[in-house]
């Protein structure tokens, strides 16, 4: 069984800077790519970066520039690295591979961006 775990949220001040991690365990045959999305409250869940297995990203408009999306192969782990954080980040952050594994998603990592 397939487990996607978030996390690395947390409370932070406007300017400031996390470091989410997703940890992929099971019984993994691909992940070609890897994605992130971000909810906030009263909000619609929203794609804000991905990374495939062969090195290309996406980056949502908004955060263009700000945030980075890694990955550390030998321990199926990713990364999404959020710089000049704003409150507009806040969100509860999810990874999700959406071509391999479309309908797993792990608990979500809350990211608190104060002002």
């Known amino acids: 069984q397939v487990q996607l775990v978030e996390s690395g949220g947390g409370l932070v001040q406007a300017g400031g800077s996390l470091r989410l991690s997703c940890a992929a365990s099971g019984t993994i045959l691909s992940i070609n790519a890897m994605a992130w999305y971000r909810q906030a409250p009263g909000k619609q869940r929203e794609l804000v970066a991905t990374l495939t297995s062969g090195g290309s990203t996406y980056y949502a408009d908004s955060v263009k520039g700000r945030f980075a999306t890694s990955r550390d192969n030998a321990k199926n782990t990713w990364y999404l690295q959020m710089n000049s954080l704003k409150p507009d980040d806040t969100a509860v952050y999810y990874c999700?591979?959406?071509?391999?594994?479309?309908?797993?998603w792990g608990q979500g990592t809350q990211v608190t961006v104060s002002s």
């Open positions: 999700n591979a959406p071509s391999d594994y479309p309908y797993l």
